[in-house]
């Protein structure tokens, strides 16, 4: 495990999107050659800290012009870029969790995901702490950092306090932070913000370009063209992978196929059956049965 942990930690950039720890994994990245990176999402969640550089991080249709310190919490229901400026040395810390792992150890009423809300959200997802709330997470940050480098007696243990610590004053700055003094440097286009809280939250209905452009009064060609830019997906590619993500979590709750494909709007079955495999690598009724 050990040898496994700091494999993982030695390296300055990964490009796979998939943990091979099972709660959580820590990364503190320093990179001076430029870094492209496709919209993508992923089955965990992503707590993103930047200690420099110029970064502008795009997430379901609004950008986010990043300053020193601040921290962009990425749900594992959501498409998300990060957009480097390479003229300035780009630093920063990376934490991918497990969100069972969350469940696991949230205790007495304090929910340690509530930071990352829910599935649909379409929320903000840039904290700017307090200077004082800043230092107290970079003061967890180092202690966790100096135990992934440990080799000594309890090392294990000291992780496994410190994340937990980590993800506490994270939801604390969360709580704590003032949201509307940040919404001067988000990029986003409300209309296409209406669309995608839209889709999101209504996955079973139709949601083909005529349905959408009739219900929010745009033409087909100025909403295609605006989605593709806010989103970087098409609107067709976007709403398919919306309910191919909600129908693993339908999965993962025990219904069975038939009422997954109706419930995420796959008018046809066999349709869905294949682009499930296509994405997932399995079957429906093989993921079912893996878990």
Not at 66 to 92: A, C, S
Not at 118 to 133: K, T, Y
Not at 233 to 253: A, C, D, F, G, P
Request: include cysteine; proline fraction near 2%.
């Amino acid at each position: 495990m050990w040898g496994e942990v700091m494999q993982i930690f030695n390296q300055a950039f990964t490009t796979r999107q998939y943990m091979v720890s099972q709660d959580y994994e820590y990364f503190h990245c320093i990179n001076n050659t430029n870094i492209e990176v496709e919209y993508h999402n992923h089955v965990f969640y992503e707590i993103f800290i930047l200690l420099s550089g110029k970064v502008t991080y795009t997430i379901e249709g609004k950008s986010y012009r990043l300053k020193h310190g601040d921290i962009v919490l990425i749900n594992n229901n959501k498409f998300h870029k990060p957009v480097i400026d390479m003229t300035e040395k780009y630093e920063r810390i990376v934490i991918w969790v497990n969100p069972d792992f969350l469940i696991r150890n949230s205790l007495g009423g304090s929910s340690l995901d509530m930071c990352f809300g829910g599935i649909n959200s379409v929320d903000n997802c840039l904290i700017r702490p307090s200077p004082e709330s800043y230092n107290t997470i970079m003061s967890s940050t180092v202690r966790l950092e100096n135990a992934f480098n440990s080799i000594s007696f309890g090392n294990s243990i000291l992780r496994h306090i410190y994340i937990l610590e980590l993800l506490v004053n994270i939801n604390k700055a969360f709580l704590e932070s003032n949201h509307e003094s940040v919404t001067h440097d988000i990029i986003c286009n409300d209309k296409i913000n209406q669309v995608i809280e839209y889709i999101n939250n209504n996955l079973n209905k139709d949601l083909s370009l005529d349905a959408l452009s009739s219900r929010f009064f745009v033409s087909k060609y100025h909403l295609l063209r605006k989605f593709k830019k806010y989103t970087g997906y098409t609107l067709h590619s976007y709403v398919q992978q919306k309910r191919l993500l909600y129908s693993k979590k339908l999965i993962l709750e025990g219904n069975s196929v038939g009422t997954v494909c109706n419930l995420c709007g796959f008018e046809d079955y066999s349709n869905f059956i294949r682009s499930f495999k296509k994405n997932f690598g399995l079957s429906p009724k093989k993921y079912s049965r893996s878990l």
